[in-house]
């Protein structure tokens, strides 16, 4: 079965940190670009970061900038989103996606993803 499966949402005060996880099965995650996206209640969701397959490459939306750091570990068929200096404004349900990504500087694009996880939620709150 195909999935991808996210992990490390909670509750943080702001200026905390948390880890995401996002690991693949039934697929191998070496092969795809891997994005980040999140959507906060009665917000569109966007692109937070995304790193590509070929080259490792990072992009970043600029709202997260020097705070977020994607990572990918293909032995372990999984992705990483450490977020530093949370702000209550990162209040969202965070997504991995695998697929096809960029970014133009400001923003993360979607190229088209093939295969969504379900989010986990991720409360910065004091």
Same mark, same amino acid.
């Given at each position: 079965q &195909?999935?991808l &499966?996210?992990? $490390? !949402?909670?509750? &943080?005060q702001? !200026? =905390? @940190?948390?880890?995401?996880?996002?690991?693949? @099965? $039934?697929?191998?995650?070496d092969?795809? #670009?891997?994005g *980040?996206f999140?959507?906060?209640p009665? %917000?569109?969701?966007?692109g +937070? @970061?995304?790193?590509? @397959?070929s /080259?490792?490459?990072t992009v970043?939306a /600029?709202? +997260? %900038? $020097?705070?977020?750091?994607?990572?990918?570990?293909n032995?372990?068929?999984?992705a990483?989103l450490q977020?530093?200096?949370?702000?209550?404004e /990162?209040? #969202? +349900?965070?997504?991995?996606a #695998? $697929?096809g990504? !960029? =970014?133009? =500087? %400001?923003? +993360?694009i979607n190229? =088209?993803?093939?295969? *969504?996880g379900?989010g986990?939620? &991720?409360t910065?709150s004091s």
């Amino acid at each position: 079965q &195909v999935q991808l &499966v996210e992990s $490390g !949402g909670g509750l &943080v005060q702001p !200026g =905390g @940190s948390l880890r995401l996880s996002c690991v693949a @099965s $039934g697929f191998t995650l070496d092969h795809y #670009a891997i994005g *980040w996206f999140r959507q906060a209640p009665g %917000k569109e969701r966007e692109g +937070v @970061s995304c790193i590509r @397959s070929s /080259d490792g490459r990072t992009v970043y939306a /600029d709202s +997260v %900038k $020097g705070r977020f750091t994607i990572s990918r570990d293909n032995a372990k068929n999984t992705a990483y989103l450490q977020m530093n200096s949370l702000k209550p404004e /990162d209040t #969202a +349900v965070y997504s991995c996606a #695998a $697929g096809g990504c !960029g =970014g133009n =500087g %400001k923003e +993360v694009i979607n190229y =088209g993803m093939d295969y *969504w996880g379900k989010g986990t939620l &991720v409360t910065v709150s004091s």
